[in-house]
């Protein structure tokens, strides 16, 4: 059993996870009218059905536009293609997930930069948005927090500019075959935040990530940026807790809104199973270099167990960003090499310790997505494979230990 330093999930440690994140941020099935544009916020206040965000048609031609326009249906993604089934006896593609907390754009430039690196390198990513990203700061009282007062959040709101740029960079990411999942709202931690939330509270909690994303022209007024090209009741199928708490009950509310996977657990190098009928994917425990622990598979992760909650000695960056990148590239090794298991990697558009961790991700990406058998791919994409394969070619995947490789050779192993 790998022994985690620090930080746990399920630990007061990991509860650190993303408070200091500035860029920490839900299901699938059909939306309700009430979750569709141009209503009152859930639980807020809102400006009407034909408020300022009521879409002019001409400027989007090929898309239907969906409640105030915020949203639109353009079609399938591009680029999506049909997950098939292995052939008996083929070898499993060595999969590697890139995904983003919070996915906001908030000046630094990192959204654009890992989506221009995903286009150039063959990686699909998943991007975890946080919906007070597209929610004005002057309209965060149509936010209610379980537990809290109208408008409180334990990240900050982007200013006016940076919803509309996070807007353009989420509608730019999904074009390229990105994924754009939740990370929810006020990321609040502890016993007092999610880690105490209900399934009523987690209801309410997906209901309002969803009316954010879908609502953004209603909230901001902004009828001159195009819509989000995408139906976010059928986009929106996994996410990612806040510090990795609260998963019981948020799976049973995620179910009943349709997600298909959630990425907010802990867990070894093995391949995934499901949990409340949802694929749960979770972080993984990952080698640090010159150390005897295992920490999880995150930037944040990495620099608690480097430099604590902040930034450290300058000194020190790049021998960190150097342990990171190590630390992934041998967790990547001893997958395919071995189990060929899915590679879960999360991270923050943050330049914590200098952006060393920025760094060591884009090292990674450029090393691994070309290489021939591996496929750097998105949550959807992932669970869209999952699913296409028989249940027990993957009961037996399951059998393969961290790193462990078919003592016969994958031929012999899955045959028959």
């Known amino acids: 059993m790998v022994t985690h330093r620090r930080l746990v999930a399920s630990g007061a440690a990991i509860a650190a996870l993303a408070l200091v994140a500035a860029g920490c941020g839900s299901g699938g099935g059909d939306a309700t009218d009430a979750t569709r544009g141009g209503q009152d916020a859930p639980g807020g206040q809102g400006t009407g059905e034909n408020g300022p965000g009521t879409p002019d048609a001409s400027e989007t031609p090929a898309a ?42 908030d000046g630094s430039g990192l959204f654009a930069r890992f989506r221009e690196l995903g286009e150039e390198y063959g990686a699909d990513m998943t991007f975890f948005l946080s919906g007070l990203y597209l929610l004005p700061e002057a309209e965060r009282d149509r936010y209610h927090p379980p537990g809290r007062s109208p408008g409180a959040s334990d990240i900050g709101y982007l200013n006016d500019q940076h919803v509309a740029d996070t807007v353009e960079q989420v509608a730019a990411a999904w074009r390229e075959g990105n994924e754009i999942g939740t990370h929810f709202n006020g990321h609040f931690c502890g016993p007092e935040g999610v880690a105490g939330w209900s399934v009523d509270d987690w209801r309410s909690e997906i209901e309002q990530a969803m009316w954010m994303v879908q609502n953004w022209r209603t909230t901001t007024g902004r009828t001159d940026l195009d819509p989000l090209p995408f139906d976010y009741a059928d986009e929106l199928i996994g996410g990612r807790a806040p510090c990795l708490e609260g998963q019981d009950n948020l799976l049973t509310a ?18 995934p199973s499901r949990r409340e009928g949802l694929w749960d994917v979770p972080l993984q425990s990952v080698p640090v270099p010159g150390h005897s622990f295992e920490t999880l598979s995150m930037d944040y992760n990495f620099m608690f167990n480097q430099s604590g909650a902040q930034s450290g000695d300058p000194s020190r960056h790049a021998a960190w960003g150097e342990e990171m990148r190590a630390g992934l590239m041998e967790a990547f090794d001893r997958a395919y090499e071995g189990n ?32 021939d058998g591996v496929r750097c791919v998105s949550f959807r994409q992932l669970v869209d494979w999952l699913d296409a394969q028989d249940p027990a070619v993957l009961e037996k995947l399951r059998t393969l230990g961290v790193g462990e490789r078919p003592s016969a050779g994958w031929e012999a192993f899955l045959t028959g």
């Not at 536009?65 to 292995?86: H, M, V, Y």
């Not at 996977?261 to 867990?267: A, F, K």
């Not at 879960?344 to 760094?359: A, T």
Request: hydrophobic share 35%.
């Open 64 to 105: 239907r536009p969906i409640g105030d326009g915020s949203t639109a249906d353009t079609g399938p993604q591009p680029g999506a293609a049909e997950a098939e089934p292995l052939a008996p006896g083929e070898e499993p593609p060595q999969f590697v997930v890139f995904s983003w907390d919070g996915a906001g754009e």
């Open 254 to 271: 995620a179910a009943e809104a349709g997600f298909r996977y959630d990425s907010s657990g802990n867990g070894l190098q093995v391949w």
């Open 340 to 371: 060929r298991a899915p590679l879960i990697i999360g991270n923050h558009f943050e330049n914590w310790n200098g952006g060393v961790y920025m760094d060591a991700v884009e090292d990674v990406i450029k090393d691994v997505c070309p290489r």
